[in-house]
């Protein structure tokens, strides 16, 4: 991903560096390693990263006219 000043992006830009961190979140799952191992989900945590990728689906299918 090409990464332009912040000043700078597009929205499409933007849009994309969202859905790359959402799906980094959504993604995250208890392993055993150093960094996944500390992952405590609760239904806060996880109703805030369903409506993130809710909405920005919903923005997505907006914009290409589906």
Do not use: P
Not at 6 to 22: F, G, K, N, Y
Not at 37 to 44: I, K, L, Q, S, Y
């Amino acid at each position: 991903m090409n990464v332009a000043y912040r000043h700078d992006r597009t929205l499409e830009q933007r849009l994309a560096m969202l859905r790359h961190s959402l799906f980094s979140i959504a993604c995250l799952d208890a392993h055993e390693d150093e960094v996944t191992v500390t992952v405590d989900w609760d239904r806060e945590k996880a109703l805030a990263v369903i409506a993130g990728v809710s909405a920005l689906a919903a923005c997505w299918e907006a914009r290409s006219g589906l």
